[in-house]
Nanobody, 119 residues
Framework: QVQLVESGGGLVQPGGSLRLSCVAS????????MGWYRQAPGKQRELVAL???????DYADSVKGRFTISRDNAKDTVSLQMNSLKPEDTAVYYC?????????????WGQGTQVTVSS
């Protein structure tokens, strides 16, 4: 079993910054891609940013140039630096990790952390 614990959410004014972190623990035989998703009220969960274990990144168009994803493979941690935050970034942010066991891949999710951008 794998546990993902997120931290760093909160309330911030428009234009402000927040940094989210997610620590993975448990049976991490091979930790593959890690990422951040978000879900706003009444909307579907969407990808925000993804990073492979080799460091390749991908971002949603809406956050390019404002958000930066990074990971520390030695600590099984992924972070999301969010700058120039906008009210439309308000959502619950979820960490996701893909773990390989033999020939099979499994996805695990964190419990989510609330980010609210408001004046």
């Amino acid at each position: 079993q794998v546990q993902l614990v997120e931290s760093g959410g909160g309330l911030v004014q428009p234009g402000g910054s927040l940094r989210l972190s997610c620590v993975a623990s448990g049976s991490l035989f091979r930790l593959n891609a890690m990422g951040w998703y978000r879900q706003a009220p009444g909307k579907q969960r969407e990808l925000v940013a993804l990073i492979t274990n080799g460091g390749t990144t991908d971002y949603a168009d809406s956050v390019k140039g404002r958000f930066t994803i990074s990971r520390d493979n030695a600590k099984d941690t992924v972070s999301l630096q969010m700058n120039s935050l906008k009210p439309e970034d308000t959502a619950v942010y979820y960490c996701k990790a893909n773990v390989r066991y033999g020939r099979y891949d499994f996805d695990y999710w964190g419990q989510g952390t609330q980010v609210t951008v408001s004046s």
